[in-house]
């Protein structure tokens, strides 16, 4: 295990081996990272970077086109968290105002004929898909490929845990996860007055996120003495950091952890996948620690996602 600004960087390679203690291994790393940052990078990932680049290529030419063609598939319009966010319309940090950066939000894409999208189930709707070549399949690709990262990884949290390697295996046949394309536009100098312009001081919603960059500076992590830190960006590695939802499961062992993005006086893209659990599926410690008082009361996947995302635009979420 390596560091890269205090924050770790782990080979996931490893998890693949049958060798048992190897696997145990890599989890024990990332285990100490959820524990002591909420922060690590991943390395031999699996995700092509082929496919990366292509996700990259594709974002830039969505925010290329003007507003009007990209407000025509509003997130405004859907009830399940899908769509463009224009500048300014997102408020991660409210007390500090809207951040500057415009984003795409692609869900797990369901057919018309699923019983969840038929019934109108929060978080289980079509997805909009821009008329651009290629498009569609190619972040449809990303998607799986960072789908089933991500349910590796939390074979590493279950290992690390103690418990059963597959624990989290039935929480994740379909996830609420949300593949989100994200533009900062340069901004003419980074206001000292509002270190966090670009994407407000947060944490994020969910068990973990992975996120790719452009290797344009912004992104900044607080450490646990409240004292930010750059993290820097490290070719064909993916970003992962905790969220509130693994923080509650696990009784506050793994912690999330504030982060923001700084105005970029140069324009920045990023690629965040945000992969929480089936939306049923209850959040309650005890499923995992019986013998543990819980900290938190229980709480549903896609109940406690929707009350989060009401605090941060302007327009609300259907209750599930």
């Known amino acids: 295990m390596n560091t890269a600004s205090n ?31 909420g ?18 290529a594709q974002s830039k030419r969505f925010f290329d086109l003007p507003v009007e063609r990209k407000q025509i598939l509003s997130i405004k319009q859907s009830r399940h968290n899908r769509g463009y966010i224009a500048l300014a319309d997102e408020r991660l940090n409210p007390q500090q105002g809207a951040d500057q950066k415009e984003a795409f939000n692609i869900g797990v ?20 898909w821009p008329d651009l070549s290629d498009w569609k399949a190619d972040m449809l690709a990303y998607f799986d490929a960072c789908q089933q990262l991500g349910r590796l990884i939390h074979r590493a949290f279950s290992l690390d845990l103690g418990l059963p390697e597959n624990t989290f295996d039935r929480h994740l046949i379909e996830p609420i996860a949300t593949l989100r394309l994200l533009h900062y536009p340069a ?6 007055e509002r270190p966090d312009a670009g994407a407000g001081t947060h944490t994020d919603y969910g068990n973990i996120t992975l996120l790719a960059t452009d290797g344009v500076a912004g992104l900044q992590v607080s450490n646990r003495n409240g004292e930010w830190m750059d993290a820097p960006s490290i070719p064909d590695a993916f ?3 905790i969220g509130d939802c693994l923080m509650r499961w696990t009784n506050d062992l793994y912690v999330s952890t504030p982060h923001r993005v700084q105005a970029p006086t140069r324009e920045r ?3 965040a996948f945000f992969l929480e659990v089936d939306p049923d599926a209850v959040v309650d410690s005890r499923n995992l620690f019986p013998d543990q008082p819980a900290k938190y009361p229980p709480v549903t996947c896609a109940e406690y996602l929707a009350s989060r995302l009401n605090a941060t635009y302007e327009y609300r979420q259907p209750a599930p």
Do not use: M, W
């Open 7 to 37: 924050i770790p960087v782990i080979s996931l390679a490893d998890l693949h081996s049958e060798d048992r203690r190897r696997r145990q291994s890599v989890a024990d790393a990332v285990g100490q990272a959820c524990r002591e940052i």
């Open 39 to 56: 922060f690590f990078y991943v390395v031999d990932h699996g995700v092509p970077n082929s496919l990366r680049n292509k996700v990259f």
């Open 109 to 128: 894409a369901l057919p018309l004929d699923h019983p969840d999208v038929v019934s109108g189930k929060p978080f289980r709707g079509v997805n909009y």
């Open 187 to 192: 901004a003419k100098e980074q206001a000292s």
């Open 239 to 241: 970003v992962c950091n």
């Open 269 to 271: 893209y990023s690629i």
